[in-house]
């Protein structure tokens, strides 16, 4: 099932520095790409739908703009199959380098699309196009990132390293929010005719930027040990299924953790404005930006206690803690005190979530070997990712037709925290597993050997 390398010499030891660089290249390209990724968000929840759906029934348009969001999560798992194949095959930093190009590009056209008014049904069609654009890439960026940094990473450290890739996602994230505050404030008029566009188009920027720093990216020892010896693996996705389908399943499982995410990002903020609350759109903004400031700081912290004190008991303070206190986050909403929510969606979302969300990229990733990591990575987590996705729009209609429901969301919330839970709690613990060891079966689990007889 391998494809030995002809004639490849042993591979050199990374330059010292590298796993720092691999870091850097890790937090930088994720947080360009998920600036990317979430801007879209906050314009699905405040700007889409009088945009490019019917505005004669608002309620049915937002509930279509936000299904538009979780395009993007059904798309991911077509992208982790081929994205994964190819970066098992090929290596991780061309899977890097191209992600990150994708996801520029299709950003950049989403800010030139027509409107509605424009081009009628023709202009939904196109965004959701766009969409399943960024989405494929998405379905690469974190699995390849969280791939490269873990491979680079000492011994010891490797939940601090990888805890990197999701700083990076955070920091788009509040990248994008802050973009958004000065144009959701923006008269109706220039918001809906040409404002909402420049954070799209500012995207010509990340691509750039995010190529120039991953070019220089050396492949992982690990990888090259890989082709130079044993080759590559012909059919990555056989392998994963046959020999790590059990840790599939725990992946796909813990993935859906996102929906935490998604369901504070995108619904919250549309319920937080919507007629029922009417809170104001900037001020909501902020809760968001300063909860994903909190959780930069929160993220490689909880990274290092597990690398302390294993993956596991850090995982589910996240999933439990996530689960319970979502509700105390949507029920403040539903008070319409800013402060309240304030405090408890930087709790939640700053401190609490980034405990599971600081420790999946190498939990997930230290399940599998080498051969298969980056396929096995971003399969399950695409699968998951993508049932998160469309929480939004399932909670959009949990929530009734006034949109108000918030107890039944939290409810929705919660249950979806369980197979997380379950998932790291049937896990094996890997904090402590030699790097060359990760993805074998455990002595303790292998059948006895019986001695021959003489």
């Given at each position: 099932?391998?494809v030995?390398?002809?004639g ?18 890790a ?6 790409e ?5 801007i ?5 929840a ?6 490019f759906f ?6 049915n348009a ?12 059904a798309?991911r798992?077509v ?12 290596g ?13 590009l299709?950003?950049f056209?989403i ?10 049904s ?5 965004l ?16 390849s990132a969280?791939?490269?940094?873990l491979?680079?990473a ?6 601090f ?9 955070q ?5 994008a929010?802050?973009v ?7 008269p109706?008029?220039?918001l ?16 750039v ?6 070019r ?6 690990a ?15 056989a ?12 992946v ?7 929906s935490?995410?998604t ?12 007629p ?13 930006a ?20 294993g ?22 909403i ?10 408890l ?10 405990a ?9 990733g230290?399940?599998f070997p ?32 006034n949109?108000?429901?918030w ?7 919660a ?8 998932a790291a ?9 030699p790097?060359e060891?990760?993805g ?13 007889k003489?």
């Open positions: 099932m391998t030995p390398s002809p490849a010499a042993a591979p050199q030891q990374p330059p010292e520095g590298q796993p720092r660089k691999a870091a850097l290249a937090w930088t390209g994720s947080a360009l998920y600036y990317d990724f979430f879209y968000g906050s314009a699905a405040l700007i889409f739908p009088k945009v019917d505005e004669s029934d608002p309620a937002t509930l279509l703009s936000l299904a538009t969001f979780g395009v993007a999560y798309a798992p992208g982790a199959l081929v994205l994964g194949h190819l970066g098992d095959r090929l991780r930093k061309k899977i890097m380098v191209f992600t990150l190009i994708l996801m520029g299709s950003t056209l800010g030139c699309l027509p409107s509605r008014a424009q081009v009628g023709l202009a939904p069609v196109l959701v196009l766009c969409r399943v654009l960024q989405g494929v890439s998405a379905a690469g960026e974190q699995a969280s791939s490269m940094t491979e680079h000492p011994p010891g450290r490797r939940g390293f990888t805890s990197f890739t999701l700083s990076g996602t920091a788009g994230q509040l990248i929010t802050l958004f505050i000065p144009v959701a404030a923006l109706e008029d220039q809906l005719s040409w404002g909402w566009r420049v954070p799209f188009w500012l995207s010509v920027a990340v691509a930027v995010g190529y120039v720093i991953r220089s990216l050396e492949e992982t020892p990888f090259a040990q890989q082709a130079a010896t044993e080759g590559v693996v012909k059919l990555p996705l392998v994963l299924l046959r020999d790590h389908w059990a840790d599939v399943l725990r796909v499982a813990g993935a859906l953790i996102a935490v995410s369901i504070f990002t995108v619904w919250a903020l549309s319920y937080a404005t919507s029922a609350v009417g809170m104001d759109r900037s001020g909501m903004l902020w809760v968001g300063l909860a994903n400031l909190a959780a930069l700081g929160a993220i490689p912290l909880w990274a290092k206690l597990s690398d302390r004190i993956r596991r008991p850090v995982y589910l303070v996240g999933a439990v803690g996530s689960a319970v206190l979502m509700a105390c986050y949507l029920w403040a539903s008070t319409g005190s800013y402060p309240l929510v304030l405090a969606g930087i709790l939640t979302f700053g401190f609490v979530y980034s599971a969300n600081g420790v999946w990229p190498a939990f997930y230290e399940m080498t051969r298969v990591r980056l396929s096995g990575m971003a399969i399950g987590t695409q699968i998951g990712f993508a049932v998160a996705g469309f929480a939004v729009a399932f909670a959009a209609q949990i929530a009734g037709p949109g108000d429901d107890s039944a969301v939290a409810l929705f919330t249950a979806l925290c369980v197979p997380p839970a379950i709690l049937t896990a094996r613990e890997t904090h402590d597993v790097a060891e990760l074998l079966r455990p002595k303790s689990e292998l059948p006895e050997r019986v001695p021959a003489a």
